[in-house]
């Protein structure tokens, strides 16, 4: 039986640990800091082995194979002897690519990867695949294939997850860009750090795509210096492409293998010129996935960006109150939740859409210290959260779910209004939701 160590105990490393599990290793989580009881009472429950606070050395250098959380550097004790003992250390995204067949989309860059991947994935989803969404962001990559059947999954890749990857090749490749980034762990060399973004192409083929920034110098640089075998998709807002997206005056234009689409810029929802980008390079992927060009236009049109939604309304004894009301849905309130880098008081609830809450579970595990349920019925937001967070709260107007919000909140930590539903159960609309909130927040 093959032993799999797994180093840190958090969503990816749990994740790897359950699907080693199910694909037979004998598995061991070890993590250095401490193992959050959600997570323990997750590999109790698979009868996993694990310790937190140390490294047992005799229980690690015995591996077989050691996955490796993103969080922990190169340089740490323990993975050094690893290397030294010849012992494979790899990310999660390489130990579970060789137990799906899935396609995969994996998209880096140092900024806007998260647009761009929450975009990719609305448009195949808006389009009917059946996409699965990963990598640094939502529900570990291993969770999903061990537990979900996706035949795709858009992942965003860290350069650490990355440089993880030995054989990992995803069918389309996406760089948005690249600028100087986390260098404390690349030996403070820019070079070091764009070649761990190109890892990402490393293993494609001719069947293959690589969409890219033309515009990125980076990127442009290394791509005349170095070879990749992936068929090359590039987009750009200076010049005209001949394969690939570009924007002519207020028009987004894309030429893909001999397909035409053209959308004005003025109907995509999202705003920005690093906004065109993260566009163009999403549709590039829908294009190449065959998706048809009115659910692109549809998708790009409804789809509610990063940026334009959490409104911040007031900073009130050293707590931040933001109004998200806007997301309506799981996908949004997504977003909002991840961008919270705090501990967060979370108001939600209304009129559900036939919401899956899971793909918020690590999210909430993660940020959310509380819940106030904002609707008529909360019997679903209850089941799926109840176990995780400490405390939940039911209100039916929202002046109660501001008021207790401030009870529950400490110094330094989010009030949260993301209701992931429709809010026609207690409110006209979600403009006079978010008017209500801000109103409640002022009255404080």
Avoid at 9 to 15: A, F, K, L, Y
Avoid at 89 to 113: R, W
Avoid at 204 to 233: F, G, H, P, R, V
Avoid at 285 to 312: C, D, P, W, Y
Wanted: with cysteine; charged share 25%; hydrophobic share 40%.
């Amino acid at each position: 039986m093959k032993r799999l160590v797994v180093l840190g105990g958090g969503e990816s490393g749990v994740g790897t640990a359950i699907l080693g599990k199910k694909e037979g290793y004998e598995v061991f989580v070890s993590d250095f800091g401490k193992i959050k009881e959600d997570y323990k009472n997750v590999l109790n429950q698979y009868e996993i082995k694990w310790e937190d606070e140390k490294h047992t050395e005799d229980k690690i250098l015995n591996a077989d194979v050691v996955m490796k959380s993103p969080g922990i550097p190169e340089k740490a004790p323990i993975v050094k002897k690893l290397v030294e003992k010849g012992i494979p250390v790899i990310s999660e995204i390489e130990f579970t690519v060789q137990f799906t067949n899935a396609k995969t989309i994996g998209i880096t860059g140092s900024n806007g990867k998260t647009t761009t991947t929450m975009l990719t994935y609305h448009l195949l989803k808006q389009a009917g695949l059946n996409v699965g969404l990963a990598g640094n962001i939502g529900k570990s990559f291993a969770w999903q294939v061990a537990e979900e059947n996706f035949d795709v999954y858009v992942l965003e890749l860290s350069s650490f997850q990355l440089d993880g990857c030995i054989n990992y090749k995803p069918n389309i490749a996406v760089i948005t860009n690249i600028s100087p980034d986390h260098l404390d762990r690349y030996e403070y060399k820019y070079e070091n750090y764009i070649a761990s973004k190109f890892r990402i192409t490393m293993n494609q083929d001719e069947n293959d795509y690589l969409i890219y920034d033309n515009d990125d110098e980076a990127i442009s640089n290394w791509l005349q210096n170095n070879k990749t075998k992936a068929q090359l998709i590039p987009f750009s807002l200076l010049k005209k492409m001949k394969n690939g997206a570009f924007i002519n005056n207020d028009t987004m234009e894309f030429s893909i293998n001999n397909e035409e689409f053209a959308m004005k810029t003025t109907d995509i929802s999202l705003e920005g010129k690093h906004n065109m980008k993260n566009a163009m390079a999403a549709t590039s992927v829908a294009q190449l996935m065959k998706i048809r060009k009115e659910t692109i236009r549809e998708s790009l049109s409804n789809f509610q960006g990063v940026e334009h939604r959490l409104e911040k309304v007031l900073k009130i004894q050293n707590v931040q109150y933001i109004n998200d009301s806007k997301a309506t849905n799981v996908n949004a309130t997504f977003f909002a939740l991840d961008s919270m880098n705090v501990p967060t008081v979370w108001i939600v609830g209304g009129v559900d859409k036939g919401n899956d809450y899971s793909e918020l579970m690590s999210l909430v595990r993660e940020k959310v210290k509380a819940i106030i349920c904002l609707g008529i019925d909360n019997r679903k937001i209850i089941d799926a959260f109840s176990d995780v967070v400490d405390m939940m709260v039911e209100v039916d107007n929202m002046r109660d779910a501001v008021n207790t919000a401030k009870h529950i909140a400490e110094k330094g930590d989010n009030v949260l209004l993301s209701p992931a539903c429709a809010s026609f159960d207690l409110f006209q609309n979600y403009e006079d939701r978010g008017n209500q909130f801000k109103a409640a927040v002022r009255n404080l």
